[in-house]
């Protein structure tokens, strides 16, 4: 099935230390994007890119790194310099190639400080 | 600044009735708008979309309204069953820059049996 694959379901992450969150589809998609959400809270935007070795920062990138090496995986780096990691991270991806087409979401990553 | 936002944060309804779940947006250049339902622990799911050069679009127990003089949108869902109780989110598109979407922060829908 097509889709997009998050991994891993739940991190925990030790003071000053990085984490990598894994986003894979295969979906053939374009444009892919990162979301934070924390507790009874909509989306906000991390980082996104529109196409290979391409990406901008969003509303909140701050603490945050990324890299589109391929078209089909887009990872987020949450550095140290995020003091305040915990969320839940939803990674999308969206058909750019015919005008406005909804973006896709993974189930996303539970990250935890320990 | 501009964004999406939700009249109701929860929405509760006994079950077989219809629901409706409100979003005000405000900014008049989106010409795109979704809604995603969001189940505990799990990836927001598209539902429908509209584009700004319609008012009203049907799916499968679902409707969504569009009222841009008032830059309002609107959720019908039809017979609610239990398993639509979720968190539903709008989201618009503003056609100018980035093409991301901006979120409002969601409706708890609970469908009372």
């Known amino acids: 099935d097509g889709g997009i694959t998050q991994s891993p379901k739940y991190l925990f992450r030790k003071e000053g230390q990085n984490v990598t969150l894994s986003c894979e589809q295969n979906l053939n998609h374009d444009a892919m994007y990162w979301y934070r959400q924390d507790p009874g809270q909509g989306l906000r935007l991390i980082y996104y890119?529109?196409?290979?070795?391409?990406?901008q920062k969003g509303d909140i990138a701050e603490g945050y790194s990324v890299s589109r090496e391929k078209k089909e995986s887009f990872p987020l780096t949450v550095t140290s310099a995020q003091k305040n990691p915990t969320a839940f991270y939803l990674c999308?991806?969206?058909?750019?190639?015919?005008?406005?087409?909804?973006?896709?979401f993974g189930d996303g990553t539970r990250l935890s400080i320990l | 600044g501009e964004s999406v936002g939700l009249h109701l944060p929860t929405l509760s309804v006994q079950e077989g009735d219809n629901s409706i779940i409100n979003c005000a947006y405000s900014?008049?250049?989106?010409?795109?708008f979704i809604w995603y339902k969001q189940e505990s622990g799990k990836g927001p799911q598209f539902i429908i979309d509209i584009r700004s050069n319609m008012d009203k679009r049907q799916g499968q127990r679902v409707t969504v309204l569009l009222n841009k003089t008032v830059k309002h949108l609107s959720l019908q869902i039809a017979a609610t069953q239990p398993g639509d109780s979720a968190v539903y989110f709008c989201a618009e598109n503003i056609a100018t820059g980035r093409r991301a979407l901006t979120f409002g922060s969601g409706t708890r829908l609970q469908v009372q049996p």
């Open positions: 999308a991806s969206r058909d750019r190639s015919s005008g406005n087409q909804p973006q896709h």
């Open positions: 900014n008049s250049a989106s010409d795109y």
């Open positions: 890119s529109q196409i290979v070795n391409d990406f």
